[in-house]
T-cell receptor, first 113, second 113 residues
Framework: GESVGLHLPTLSVQEGDNSIINCAYSNSASDYFIWYKQESGKGPQFIIDIRSNMDKRQGQRVTVLLNKTVKHLSLQIAATQPGDSAVYFCAENIGRGNTPLVFGKGTRLSVIA | GAVVSQHPSWVICKSGTSVKIECRSLDFQATTMFWYRQFPKQSLMLMATSNEGSKATYEQGVEKDKFLINHASLTLSTLTVTSAHPEDSSFYIC?????????FGSGTRLTVV
């Protein structure tokens, strides 16, 4: 289930189940979105990205869905594994590479073995 | 490819001293470097954007005289926290804009005692 902690909401899932992490982004003009995974004490690790001209993009075990109407992004992780336990951030920007990313609040995913 | 090496990975310093954090692009030229700060259980907050050979652009609320950014070459950007205080204790992360997106350093954990 999902709970809201002091700062980061936490999503707890059983190993093998699918996880869905949600993100509400802020700028309707944003045209590029990225999901990052961050483990404790490390920098963000790229998971998957999507441009605003797409609604869905799939990677290995991960799928990103974009709903521009309500400014919502989701990350689906299939067959969640203990190694997926981390904090997940969505990030948005306009353009690529030459403008900074704006990060969402983040969600802690906890996988129960 | 597109690796950013960030050093040190952690540092403890006394209050009132200065600390320099370095980010080097190892196999590409980083025209633009973004510096983020992350407090425990919070998201990454953009501090400043630096472009090689020009002055950095700071976000609102970030003291430019306290957080000195130097981007004198296409492979090196540095952040110096001057007269550090305990409230500056945080996780600092650099990010370089690249052709296909962004690459992040591994972060520096700064603890001011």
């Amino acid at each position: 289930g999902e709970s809201v902690g002091l700062h980061l909401p936490t999503l707890s899932v059983q190993e093998g189940d699918n996880s869905i992490i949600n993100c509400a982004y802020s700028n309707s003009a944003s045209d590029y979105f990225i999901w990052y995974k961050q483990e404790s004490g490390k920098g963000p690790q790229f998971i998957i990205d999507i441009r605003s001209n797409m609604d869905k993009r799939q990677g290995q075990r991960v799928t990103v869905l974009l709903n521009k109407t309500v400014k919502h992004l989701s990350l689906q992780i299939a067959a969640t594994q203990p190694g997926d336990s981390a904090v997940y951030f969505c990030a948005e920007n306009i353009g690529r590479g030459n403008t900074p990313l704006v990060f969402g609040k983040g969600t802690r995913l906890s996988v129960i073995a | 490819g597109a690796v950013v090496s960030q050093h040190p990975s952690w540092v403890i310093c006394k209050s009132g001293t200065s600390v320099k954090i370095e980010c080097r692009s190892l196999d590409f030229q980083a025209t633009t470097m973004f510096w983020y700060r992350q407090f425990p259980k919070q998201s990454l907050m953009l501090m400043a954007t630096s472009n090689e050979g020009s002055k950095a652009t700071y976000e609102q609320g970030v003291e430019k005289d306290k957080f000195l950014i130097n981007h004198a070459s296409l492979t090196l950007s540095t952040l110096t926290v001057t007269s550090a205080h305990p409230e500056d204790s945080s996780f600092y992360i650099c990010s370089a804009g690249i052709l296909r997106g962004y690459t992040f350093g591994s972060g520096t954990r700064l603890t001011v005692v």
